[in-house]
């Protein structure tokens, strides 16, 4: 498993921009996996958010999230990064990075795709 650590949380207003970053603390390479990020509010389940695969060449993304939201991935640094822009209260949620299965080559969507999870970073989108 690949031990990952979330950054980039915070208070912020409606219409403002947050940048999460997701990164490995043990020295393992993130090159090797698709990356995703899920978020989950109080009392509701964990939810999609967006997906990169192992190359950045293929992403996909929650329609809730669509157009406000960019994932990207730089390997050099070994970091995956969630833009968020335009937020809105209902984004207000803990925010987990999460790393794919090793064997996946495509771009994961599922919960069950995904082998290793981060503790999470609150988002909180005040009106």
């Known amino acids: 498993q690949v031990q990952l650590v979330e950054s980039g949380g915070g208070l912020v207003q409606a219409g403002g921009s947050l940048r999460l970053s997701c990164a490995a603390s043990s020295g393992r390479t993130l090159s090797n996996y698709a990356m995703g990020w899920f978020r989950q509010a109080p009392g509701k389940e964990r939810e999609f958010v967006a997906a990169i695969s192992w190359s950045g060449g293929s992403t996909r993304y929650a329609d809730s999230v669509k157009g406000r939201f960019t994932i990207s991935r730089d390997n050099v640094k070994n970091t995956v990064y969630l833009q968020m822009n335009s937020l809105k209260p209902e984004d207000t949620a803990v925010y987990s990075c999460?790393?794919?299965?090793?064997?996946?080559?495509?771009?994961?969507?599922?919960?069950?795709?995904?082998?290793?999870w981060g503790q999470g970073t609150q988002v909180t989108v005040s009106p």
């Open positions: 999460a790393a794919g299965r090793p064997w996946i080559r495509y771009t994961p969507q599922e919960s069950t795709d995904f082998g290793s």
